[in-house]
């Protein structure tokens, strides 16, 4: 630079290998560095101005720039009001506020993304309050519809009593003699409240009376509880004779008085020897009926001899007509 007090501006420095640098007339400013916030710039600085200056006025007009409240107000509010949407009208207050912030915050030219979020928040409470509100009232009984006066036109007079219908009446089942599990059947479909079958030990046992005797009237639900018979105690012997009883009836035909026999050769009292071939739930019938097979598989016979063999096994004459049919003859 030849000309030693040149006017202030950019100049090249000789003390800077030639850099640009500002002169302000009396010396070199040195760059400073830019602070934090400052808007970076690739314009030069005007002439006569430090260069420093845009990033000072830059920063200036950021600490000048209003915090977007009313936004930031809207947003908060709109979020309020999406979380209580499903309480009934208090959604539709606090969302119709929130896009009334939100509303007003773009009229102030604040933050555009806060407030238009805040005002979506508020019209979705509204919209689910308004549906919410409106499903209970529908859900609400008819009575409850109707308004106060309407009520009052049809109510009657306060000394008017209402007539009430009788309660139905039943006439109970006879189901003394069924089975626990059929008298049950029964009384349910009578229209009266049986007790339940698992509180009876045995389904099969037989009912002896009920707490409203077969005929009577009973209103239609009525309890009822049922009393069967107690299943009788077998003695020791009772059961070995019933056991051995059913061991020979499944190895061939007998009849009763056969079965007796065989059981009283075996050593059972003839008390015993009785309950155990009465008790085997044997068919006598078919037990006929297999003694016959029996024979014509061990040999041939008449129809006569055939009866007679039978008849010698101990079986009644009903019981002997009904092998002899089975059989063929």
């Known amino acids: 630079m030849s000309d030693p007090t040149p006017a202030p501006g950019w100049y090249p420095a000789p003390h800077a290998n030639n850099e640009q640098r500002y002169w302000d007339g009396a010396q070199w400013l040195e760059p400073q560095p830019a602070a934090p916030t400052a808007v970076l710039t690739d314009a030069v600085p005007a002439a006569g101005a ?33 979380f209580t949407g499903i309480v009934p009208i208090l959604g539709v207050i606090l969302g119709l506020g929130a896009i009334a912030l939100g509303v007003f915050a773009l009229m102030k030219q604040q933050r555009k993304g806060l407030a238009v979020a805040g005002i979506v928040l508020g ?46 009446t039943i006439t109970v089942p006879d189901v003394v003699g069924l089975p626990v599990s059929d008298a049950i059947t029964v009384l349910e479909d009578a229209g009266l409240d049986a007790p339940q079958l698992t509180s009876f030990e045995d389904p099969a046992a037989l009912v002896v009376s009920t707490s409203r005797a077969a005929g009577s009237e009973a209103t239609e639900g009525a309890a009822i509880t049922i009393v069967v018979a107690e299943k009788p105690k077998l003695t020791l012997g009772q059961q070995n004779a019933i056991a051995k009883a059913q061991d020979y009836l499944d190895y061939s035909g007998f009849s ?29 019938n078919a037990e006929a009926a297999e003694k016959a097979a029996d024979y014509l598989n061990y040999s041939s016979f008449s129809r006569q001899s055939l009866y007679e063999q039978l008849e010698y096994e101990g079986f009644q004459a009903a019981e002997i007509e009904y092998a002899l049919s089975a059989v063929g003859y």
């Open 50 to 82: 430090a260069p420093w200056a845009s990033a000072a006025s830059a920063d200036a007009a950021a600490e000048s720039k209003p915090t977007p409240v009313l936004s930031i107000v809207a947003l908060i509010a709109g979020i309020i009001a999406f």
């Open 123 to 168: 019209s979705i409470a509204v919209i689910t309050s308004i549906a919410v509100t409106a499903g209970i009232a529908a859900n609400l009984p008819a009575s409850d519809k109707k308004p106060v006066a309407a009520v009052q036109q049809t109510s009657e007079p306060a000394d008017e009593e209402v007539a009430e219908e009788p309660p139905a």
């Open 256 to 284: 009763r008085t056969g079965l007796i026999g065989q059981l009283e050769y075996e050593g059972f009292s003839t008390e015993d020897a009785t309950f155990g071939a009465d008790n085997a739930g044997a068919d006598w």
